[in-house]
T-cell receptor
Framework: LAKTTQPISMDSYEGQEVNITCSHN???????ITWYQQFPSQGPRFIIQ???TKVTNEVASLFIPADRKSSTLSLPRVSLSDTAVYYC????????????FGTGTRLKVLA | EAQVTQNPRYLITVTGKKLTVTCSQN?????MSWYRQDPGLGLRQIYY???????DKGDVPEGYKVSRKEKRNFPLILESPSPNQTSLYFC????????????FGPGTRLTVT
């Protein structure tokens, strides 16, 4: 399992774009990158997953450079309701069944 | 509605009194897993199951047991709870082919005194 490193916390203001970067220097060839969102006292919620380049859905975008040693979760025009902890996971869909969530990035959106 | 349910949501118990936290999913998922969440430590995996009768240890299995007799259910058993097992517990499930897209339950807050 690739170890991931994320900033502990970030602050932003409503309406701004927020970019959260995850470092995964020892990512393997078969590994995918997955992001989860967790609100206080709730279970994590899957946001987005990608392998390379860019993936976009109705919630976020995920940017992965060619060397795949890092990835960036981009949240467009955040609102107060985006205040949450964001987790980056790296792993293969055909490999180990274990998951390591880490401590995540605590995003606080200010009015 | 597709969901993962856990019961109870809150539990206060005493050291050594056996307890079971139930987890059930209605999505026909093969993969199920238990996590505990503690301040400053993030989510840590306790046990997981790839299908009925197939389980394995996660990162912090000590003091816990699990069983998977039916596909939809994955109970977490604490045979002799101790105060260091006071935590917020989450159950999750997913399809084996989409193992990183997990669906989480609402959580069970356990306090052991």
């Amino acid at each position: 399992l690739a170890k991931t490193t994320q900033p502990i916390s970030m602050d932003s203001y409503e309406g701004q774009e927020v970019n959260i970067t995850c470092s995964h220097n020892n990512i393997a060839t078969n590994d995918y990158i997955t992001w989860y969102q967790q609100f206080p006292s709730q279970g994590p919620r899957f946001i987005i997953q990608g392998y390379k380049t860019k993936v976009t859905n109705e919630v976020a975008s995920l940017f992965i450079p060619a060397d795949r040693k890092s990835s960036t979760l981009s949240l467009p025009r955040v609102s107060l309701s985006d205040t949450a902890v964001y987790y980056c996971l790296v792993g293969s869909l055909s490999g180990t069944y274990k998951y390591i969530f880490g401590t995540g990035t605590r995003l606080k959106v200010l009015a | 509605e597709a969901q993962v349910t856990q019961n109870p949501r809150y539990l206060i118990t005493v050291t050594g009194k056996k307890l079971t936290v139930t987890c059930s999913q209605n999505m026909n998922h093969e993969y199920m897993s238990w996590y505990r969440q503690d301040p400053g430590l993030g989510l840590r995996q306790i046990y997981y199951s790839m299908n009925v009768e197939v389980t394995d240890k996660g990162d912090v299995p000590e003091g816990y047991k699990v069983s998977r007799k039916e596909k939809r259910n994955f109970p977490l058993i604490l045979e002799s709870p101790s105060p260091n097992q006071t935590s917020l517990y989450f159950c999750a499930s997913s399809y084996m082919g989409q193992r990183y897209e997990q669906y989480f339950g609402p959580g069970t807050r356990l306090t052991v005194t």
